[in-house]
């Protein structure tokens, strides 16, 4: 037996290296491709990606034989290509069966399938080794015969190598543009899902409208709040009065030609029932052009309807349901600063109601509180004003003229006795009248100068009304320098 030493080519040792190493990437790179695609691309990548992580196991292999220095070597050509369609065999199954065990995630039978697929992976690549080597016939340098008819791939070899390098190059160079594509794909997929959640759960109605007005689209309270208002989406303007109708199409309108975003309050009345809402007309674009129109819808009937009643609550005596003293103080303001003409203001305190709510009670005073309000209500003009200013006093803000036939139709309504309960009350009613702008221009100085001449009616007589008058205030001022010495 002849023995044969040699060295190795530490370039080609590199190459071969290398070689392997990409092998090695375009594996591992590729399973993902072929796991996270479907129908052509997938197909297209378990072949092509075959074809080169085979390629590559398979010139490593060549290459390392090729490193071999003082030896020649040539190869069966049947048994070469032998062993280059196992190695792409080998790599197909590979690339199908990391396809397969990742479909089968949780299955029970995953560990003996793992098992099965190593032996036979690891029996493709030791056959493609050994099928390569007996396809190989070694000879020490120039003990070749020339004449030789089996295959000299020395050249052939080069060539394969550099295809191989090539392949694995542009293998990885697409799979790295496939994969910045399906990131980027995927990014745009989770910001669609991320749009689409938002508007699925925002509790907020949102619709979405084509351009010629029809309903493309609504989330859950979208259509909560059509059956609240008992509405079909193919009938809007059927259900709607013409009025809201007109308002809700004129906006759409104006958001098609305008193509801004705006925003208005409203209220809608559908079956008989008033909705406060918010609008919000927004214009969507699909590659620069204007291609709908999404409405949010805030409903906002429960928050109008509080603040109405807080406002009420803030504006309007508790008892008898008329306007408060603030209501009185801000009307009277805004009355002086819109008037040109004269503005009369007057105060009115029920007699002996003390009496009363002392002696049978604040339930017996409260109802005479409430009798006395709608006696006083039946008597405003259309531009009268009335409020309770607190206690047993009220004042009426009117414009000034037949005060007199007023005052005198006020005291008119105490002329009948007052039957609450088992009770006959009789009471009557004190007027002080102060007038803009003789007595002043000033809400506050007319409401005291009012308030004077009410006292200075009380003192005179119970059942009658009292203009305001200069003797009348130097009358208060010592009064109240007498009470204050």
């Known amino acids: 037996m002849t023995e044969v030493i040699g060295e190795y080519n530490k370039w080609l040792i590199i190459l071969s290296y ?3 190493v990409l092998a090695a990437y375009t594996a591992l790179d590729l399973s993902e491709r072929v796991v996270h695609t479907k129908g052509w691309k997938n197909k297209g990548w378990l072949f092509t990606g075959s074809l080169t992580m085979g390629l590559g196991i398979w010139s490593m292999h060549f290459i390392g034989m090729e490193a071999m220095e003082s030896i020649s070597i040539v190869y069966n050509p049947v048994l070469y290509g032998a062993s280059f369609a196992i190695a792409i065999t080998a790599s197909f199954a590979a690339l199908k069966l990391s396809f397969v065990l990742a479909k089968k995630t949780g299955s029970s039978r995953i560990l003996s399938i793992k098992i099965g697929s190593a032996f036979l992976m690891g029996g493709a690549i030791s ?8 396809a190989a016939t070694l000879y020490k340098n120039g003990s070749r015969d020339a004449g030789h008819p089996e295959m000299d791939t020395v050249e ?14 542009l293998m990885i160079l697409g799979a790295f543009t496939d994969k910045r594509l399906l990131i980027q794909a995927e990014k745009v997929k989770d910001n669609e899902e991320r749009f689409q959640s938002l508007i699925k759960h925002n509790i907020d109605p949102i619709y979405v409208f084509s351009l010629e007005g029809d309903m493309l689209f609504a989330n859950s309270s979208g259509y909560s709040l059509l059956n ?20 809700l199409l004129s ?23 008033r909705f406060d809402l918010n609008l919000t007309l927004i214009p969507v674009y699909v590659r620069q052009e204007l291609d709908s129109i999404y409405v949010i819808c805030k409903d906002m009937t429960k928050q109008r309807e509080a603040e109405r009643k807080i406002r009420r609550m803030a504006h309007y005596d508790a008892l008898t349901d008329l306007p408060n003293r603030r209501y009185a103080v801000e009307h009277l303001a805004n009355v002086l600063n819109d008037k040109h003409s004269g503005t009369a203001v007057l105060f009115l305190d029920l007699n002996r109601f003390k009496i009363f709510n002392d002696a049978l009670g604040h339930n017996i005073g409260d109802r005479l509180l409430i009798e006395a309000s709608k006696r006083l209500a039946k008597c ?12 047993d006093e009220f004042i009426i803000i009117t414009p000034a003229y037949q005060i007199d036939e007023l005052s005198e139709q006020l005291i008119r309504q105490f002329e009948s006795v007052f039957r609450i309960k088992d009770h006959r009350l009789k009471t009557s009613v004190s007027i002080g009248i102060a007038v803009s702008p003789a007595d002043g221009t000033d809400g506050e100085e007319l409401m005291k100068k009012a308030d004077m001449a009410m006292y200075a009616a009380k003192d005179k007589n119970r059942s009658r009304y009292q203009y305001f008058s200069s003797s009348i205030g130097k009358q208060s001022e010592l009064s109240l320098k007498d009470e204050t010495e």
């Open 156 to 169: 052939l070899g080069i060539v394969i190598v550099l295809i191989t390098l090539m392949l694995q190059g």
């Open 18 to 20: 290398i070689t392997a």
């Open 228 to 247: 609240q208002m008992r509405i079909e989406p193919i009938q809007f303007s059927s259900v709607l009065c013409q009025e809201d109708h007109e308002k």
């Open 127 to 134: 056959g493609m080794h050994y099928t390569g080597m007996a």
């Open 380 to 391: 405003m003009p259309d531009q009268g004003f009335i409020a309770r200013l607190g206690g």
């Open 251 to 273: 906006w759409f309108l104006q958001v098609k030609s305008e193509k801004k975003a705006i925003n208005r309050d409203t209220q809608i009345t559908a079956s008989n029932v």
